[in-house]
């Protein structure tokens, strides 16, 4: 995959104002962060940025051109129009290659699991991890092949193999997949279900029947 590219301007002016006549004018209000902190507000062309921001995460690294100076980041945060979806605002954070860094790459299922074809449902309770390299290694996501997954198997973070250049940082013990047999959970649902609707019924039947008569003295 090509490295996406981020035409931008610097911009001066700030406010709810100027933001405002920037949107109308087909332009998205940015800011970048540097590696030390410092702010530059931006300016971009919203229909540029539509186009290149379709495929990408918080583990993608983009190039940001400023008039003409460009440098590497991510996309940390975009903002959007609850109703509209419409690019409101746009944060980059800088990233300082040939600097170890931090970030939680999106984990993707591959396959069809066989625990599924013998009633089995399939579980993805992680969805990213977080791993430790430098920005020339950092994965866009990751593949997890759940194809020979079978019924009570399960693929954990510790079954990764990511090569020596990244450093897993999540538990791994945490589960990325699994599947369960969901025909012995619904026979147990059944089951409990029926005995609190017996519980009460039992209850009326000892309430209704007659007392023993007294014994004679």
Known sequence: MNQVVFTARKRV???????????????????VYGRKGEAQSLELDALDFSKGA???????IVKVDIDGKALEAFVKDTQRDILTGKVLHVDFYE?????????????HLKGTA??????????????????ECFPQ????HIDVDISALKVN?????????????????????????????AKAEEVVAEVAETVVAAAP?????????????????
């Open 153 to 181: 198997m399960s693929i954990h973070v510790r079954d990764l193999k990511l090569g020596d250049a990244v450093k897993i940082l999540s538990n791994n013990d945490q589960v990325l997949a699994l599947v369960k047999y």
């Open 137 to 140: 290694d950092l994965p866009e």
């Open 13 to 31: 002016d700030t406010g709810s104002g100027v933001a405002s006549r920037m949107r109308r004018a087909g332009k998205i209000p940015a800011v």
């Open 54 to 60: 379709k495929g990408i995460s918080e583990s993608t």
């Open 95 to 107: 990233v300082e290659m040939g600097r170890l860094l931090r970030a939680k790459v999106p984990v």
């Open 201 to 217: 019924v039992a209850g009326a039947a000892a309430a209704a029947a007659p007392a023993a008569p007294a014994a004679k003295a």
């Open 114 to 131: 066989l625990g599924t074809r013998e009633g089995g449902i399939l579980e993805n309770p992680l969805h990213e991890i977080e791993v």
